[in-house]
């Protein structure tokens, strides 16, 4: 028998190539020792620099599962561990980087031509240009397919369509350079995908304020996008997929990413549980780590990050197999966020009061985790695809 490891209760380890381990490793040292030093200033001010998607870049830590184009090509399960890491510092950090990589690039990549991928994917890659994804709008969340955003023909440029609509709840959305926007084409009513770049819009035509003053992932830059009128030309949009299975495809991959994050951000807050209730002393100079209700906290978070780990391990292998339904996802998405949610929060409880210090930075997982469970479908959301795909009956509306 080999020790138990309460980092690895599962030995997850065991199952990650040598491949896999080194970007990890990469990842983890990048993070905790650039991303952590700065992040309680960045949470406190609400500022986020965009110079960490640069960092990133330069690491390879973006976009790395594409193939080519200045990106690393490893596989799903490192981009996984990558999540982790980011994500085991803040998760306001891995939305910045998870929208960058999976939501922009990724669709791009997916979906785009050969001149769109070769016009952006490689300084996306470096972080040189920035990226932002517009799904939701300010009367359509849970449901996309019901937008109000659309694409007309230009009334005086040919070759352009001239895009309105409003867009909320934008990550990256201020300091973007490209916008990935989703918007009915009048022709059709079909959702199609258009990349607006910010330097050709004509003054006045598309605004991108900030949301500020958020509860969560104050570490992370959050806006609108505002499009009056904007013109685009027609080669800026994805020429073959119509519907919602354009900006579902690229959720497929974030949504993979934040199961695999949530769980770094859950592993951080039980180091640092752990740590606390061995040196918090309280009755009879015992640590606290020594009663029996803390140790259950500790027992329960524990274990949901090591199933949480493995499921979504599982997940990526068949993912790069080629071999997943989305449901997966949404199962894996959905019980990272919940588990993760419900650990960071019974975890808080063994910091007292010093709970309410952001110094302990429990809290600040807490209520980052409350948004990672609500934003790219939330949880209830996801329980419904999953209960459409048991039953065949659709509840949604
Ligand atoms: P439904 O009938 O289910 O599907 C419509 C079409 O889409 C296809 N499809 C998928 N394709 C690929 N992957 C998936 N996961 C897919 N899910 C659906 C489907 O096959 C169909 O295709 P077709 O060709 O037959 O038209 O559509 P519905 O309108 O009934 O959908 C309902 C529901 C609830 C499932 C869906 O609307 C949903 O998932 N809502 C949640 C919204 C959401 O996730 N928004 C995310 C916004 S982006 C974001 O939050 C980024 S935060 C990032 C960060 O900061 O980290
Ligand atoms: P609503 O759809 O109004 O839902 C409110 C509640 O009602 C939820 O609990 C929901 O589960 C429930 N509900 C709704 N319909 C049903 C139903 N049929 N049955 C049962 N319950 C239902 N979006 C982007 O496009 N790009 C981004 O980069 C992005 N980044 C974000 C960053 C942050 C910080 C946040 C907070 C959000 C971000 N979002 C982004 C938006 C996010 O995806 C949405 O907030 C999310 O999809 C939920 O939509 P909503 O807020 O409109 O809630």
Redesign the pocket.
Known sequence: PVPFDWKDPLGSHHMFTEEELAVAETAESYCQERLLPRVLEAYRNEEYDPKILEEMGELGLLGATIQGYDCAGVSSVASGLITRAVERVDSGY??GQ??QSS?VMGGIDEFGTKEQKDKFLPGMAKGKILGC?G??EPNH?????SMESMAKPHPTKKGYYSLSGSKTWI?NSPIADVFLVWAKLQETGKIRGFLVERSQCPPGTLETPKLGHKNGLRA?ITGMIQMDEVPVAHEMMFPDVE???GP??C??S?RFG?AWGTIGALEDCISRAREYALERKQFKNNPIAKYQLVQKKLADATTDAAFGIQAALQVGRLKDEGKIA?EMISMIKRQNCDRALVGARNLQEIFGGNAASDEYHIGRHVSNLFVTQT???QSD?HA??LGRAITGI?A?V
């Open positions: 891995r939305s998870s929208v939501l994804f799904l939701t969340g849970s449901d996309p397919g990550t992370s519907g919602l299975k579902f495809s959720l497929n974030a934040i989305p934003y790219e479908g959301i419904l695809i659709q949604f």
